[in-house]
T-cell receptor, first 118, second 112 residues
Framework: KAGVTQTPRYLIKTRGQQVTLSCSPISGHRSVSWYQQTPGQGLQFLFEYFSETQRNKGNFPGRFSGRQFSNSRSEMNVSTLELGDSALYLC?????????????????FGEGSRLTVL | KQEVTQIPAALSVPEGENLVLNCSFTDSAIYNLQWFRQDPGKGLTSLLLIQSSQREQTSGRLNASLDKSSGRSTLYIAASQPGDSATYLCAVLTGGGNKLTFGTGTQLKVEL
């Protein structure tokens, strides 16, 4: 059974550009969430999608957006990149969208997309 | 607002030692607590998950306990090996969907 797949694994952009990252969840998983990891702030929640709807959103500016497709694959987009957006972006999938409902609430993470902004 | 703290931030031990990593959280209204391992430049590998109604979980040389009322969890690693060297993160899942709040991690180095 394939795990969570994130593409691209590495990318370099310059300030002001935009970037799109992709995440394919484990087959059968309907919830996809995104996290940003930086040395200074650690792991922070960006947003979560379930059945093509954003269910939760973290405390990030509107430059960060995402979407989910009918096959549960998700993309996140960062516009007008800033140096501080350099980070490892991690995607996680879960079998259901609501913890505690016939589900352990376990999240499975991909290898991440490492973004460097110059 | 949920806050998760991990102590110590870094730990270096000789091979073979048993060790304990600590995690504390401020809001006891959690669904579960997960322990993850992260190798440099890699994603997160799930080690153990403890449901809010459980007290502990075991997998091989790993044992995790949960005291929800006091907001604490420990990860016990028996007979540590150099391959255990990594950063260990705990995270709690709170209501309103799949949103994990992570601790800052414990960087473990097991030396030969």
């Amino acid at each position: 059974k394939a795990g969570v797949t994130q593409t691209p694994r590495y990318l370099i952009k310059t300030r002001g550009q935009q970037v799109t990252l992709s995440c394919s969840p484990i087959s059968g998983h309907r919830s996809v969430s995104w996290y940003q990891q930086t040395p200074g702030q650690g792991l922070q929640f960006l947003f979560e999608y379930f059945s093509e709807t954003q269910r939760n959103k973290g405390n990030f500016p509107g430059r960060f957006s995402g979407r989910q497709f009918s096959n549960s694959r998700s993309e996140m987009n960062v516009s007008t990149l800033e140096l501080g957006d350099s980070a490892l972006y991690l995607c996680a999938s879960s079998i259901m969208g609501l913890a505690g409902v016939s589900n352990t609430g376990e999240l499975f993470f991909g290898e991440g997309s490492r973004l460097t902004v110059l | 607002k949920q806050e998760v703290t991990q102590i110590p931030a870094a730990l270096s031990v000789p091979e073979g030692e048993n060790l304990v990593l600590n995690c504390s959280f401020t809001d006891s209204a959690i669904y579960n607590l997960q322990w993850f391992r992260q190798d440099p430049g890699k994603g997160l590998t799930s080690l153990l998950l403890i449901q809010s109604s459980q007290r502990e979980q075991t997998s091989g040389r790993l044992n995790a306990s949960l005291d929800k009322s006091s907001g604490r969890s420990t990860l016990y690693i028996a007979a540590s090996q150099p391959g255990d060297s990594a950063t260990y993160l705990c995270a709690v899942l709170t209501g309103g969907g799949n949103k994990l709040t992570f601790g800052t991690g414990t960087q473990l180095k097991v030396e030969l």
